[in-house]
């Protein structure tokens, strides 16, 4: 079976199983703080959400090789607390002194649950299982011959319960993640393949949030849809070759979240030496499946 | 075939959109101060509401319940609710909310406001 035939399989049986549907809820809601699915890290809530498409143009990496990548995202609730995510890109790499080359990149899958939704304290966590699949994306590009499996925490946290005389600061709001990878091969080709420890934060001001429950300061559309944040993310290797090697960016950069679509855009700044040098940028565009389709396939399949 | 599932998608699903209802604007404002006690509370959202699954709630900022009449639809505007209030005295006031939007997404939040202060 050829890949695209795979993801296409894939992709139409998860719409049938969509269409199955039960159901309103989702979105990233803990109490009165509303999380946006952020471009980077790993979100904190299991949602019917799709991500078409997210495109970024990476800084240059350390060897002087640029790629532009064509992403999306689809995740999925089975039930109110567990969710199905998968997803893939296509990608455009130039390394330095040699031809360009295109393809896809491996196709990667997510089982999440969501631990405890807090909404006093607007707290949000979740546990999950993602794997990367090798063998579903061109090598040449940095796709994988080999399958990675990555245990992942993620947690979210808003400022909302602190006290009125900090009021100014309670639409503020963290979400972080952490996760390792497992790679089921240790070596591919002349490379090893090392475990990966990878942490991600985002730090997030929300607009919406001041304007609706610290003070009308007169916003108007669209900037009282907008969620500024910065986004950190980061990879260390634990072993092999790779043991103590850190790559990671920042990313500044603006979410605006409406009523049935976010709009999302990031400054990609490299945080190590070995992670590159430059700049690129990010744009993403994603859909509230739930708010979309609140009768069909924006709802659980089981459960309300 | 992104695009063609997407718009899979878009096609099955159609005509059925509606969306969590977020507070657009309340009146007294979100943490403003009036000169005297209101005698309504307004809040208007986003999106049209079903007001009997929603509800509305007034207590002094020592957390002191204040009694008012019942949040009602506003007649003229799906999207509102309205709660009549007693004379408050001068002071700070925290309101709590929740509605249900049509399509059933619950939302809920609250914000302070002061009379005379």
Redesign the interface.
């Known amino acids: 079976m050829t890949f ?1 035939r795979l ?2 399989g894939a ?2 049986a998860a ?1 049938a199983i969509a ?1 199955l549907a039960g ?3 989702a ?1 990233g ?1 803990a ?2 703080r ?1 999380f946006p699915a952020t471009i980077l890290t790993d979100d904190p809530f299991v949602a019917d959400e ?1 991500s ?2 997210t495109v970024a143009g990476s800084p240059r990496d350390a060897d002087g090789a640029h790629e532009f990548s064509l992403d ?1 995202d689809l995740a999925k609730r089975i039930t109110p607390d567990l969710g199905i995510s998968f997803g893939q890109g296509w990608k455009y790499l130039k390394p330095s002194g040699s031809p360009a080359v295109t393809g896809l990149d491996a196709f990667h899958a997510g089982l999440d649950y969501q631990l405890f939704r807090d ?1 006093p304290r607007e707290a949000i966590g979740l546990v999950g299982l993602h794997a990367s699949f090798g063998h579903t994306g061109r090598i040449a590009v940095g796709a994988p011959d080999f399958t990675t499996l990555s245990p992942t925490v993620a947690f979210g946290k808003g400022f909302g319960d602190l006290p ?1 005389s900090l ?1 100014w600061l309670r639409p503020i709001a963290i979400t972080g993640n952490m996760s390792v990878d497992f790679p089921t091969k240790t070596t591919s080709a002349d490379t090893t393949n090392p475990n990966n420890f990878n942490y991600g934060f985002a730090f997030e001001y929300s607009l ?1 949030y001041l ?6 300061v007169g916003l108007r559309p669209p900037f009282n849809r907008m969620i500024p944040l910065v986004e950190v993310a980061f990879t260390t290797g634990l072993n092999r070759d790779a043991g103590g090697q850190t790559v990671g960016t920042v990313q500044p950069g603006i979410i605006w979240a409406g ?2 679509v976010q709009v999302g855009a990031e400054v990609i700044l490299p945080a190590t030496r070995s992670t590159g040098r430059g700049f690129g940028g990010v744009v993403q565009l994603h859909f ?11 709802r659980p399949i089981f459960g309300n | ?2 695009w063609v ?2 718009g ?2 878009i096609a ?2 159609a005509g ?5 209802a ?5 009146v007294p ?4 101060t009036v000169a005297a006690s209101p005698s309504t509370l307004q809040l208007f959202f ?2 049209p509401i079903e007001p009997s699954f929603s509800g509305v709630a007034v207590a002094t ?1 020592g957390g002191q319940p204040v009694t008012t009449g019942a949040a009602a639809a506003d007649p003229n505007n799906p999207a509102a609710l309205v709660l009549p209030l007693p004379q408050l005295k001068p002071g700070r006031y925290r309101v709590r909310w929740h509605v249900v939007s049509v ?10 406001f002061s009379v005379g202060q």
Not at chain 1, 211 to 216: E, I
């Open positions: 695209s993801t296409a992709a139409c719409l269409l159901d309103a809820g979105h809601f109490g009165a509303f799709l078409l498409p999306w909404g009125q009021s919406e304007q609706r429950q610290v003070r009308d009523q049935f509230y499946l739930d708010d979309l389709f609140p009768g069909s396939i924006g | 075939m992104r599932l997407f899979l998608i099955l699903g059925e959109a509606s969306a969590h977020f507070l657009d604007h309340a404002p979100v943490g403003a986003s999106e900022a399509d059933t997404h619950r939302t809920e939040g609250s914000f302070e």
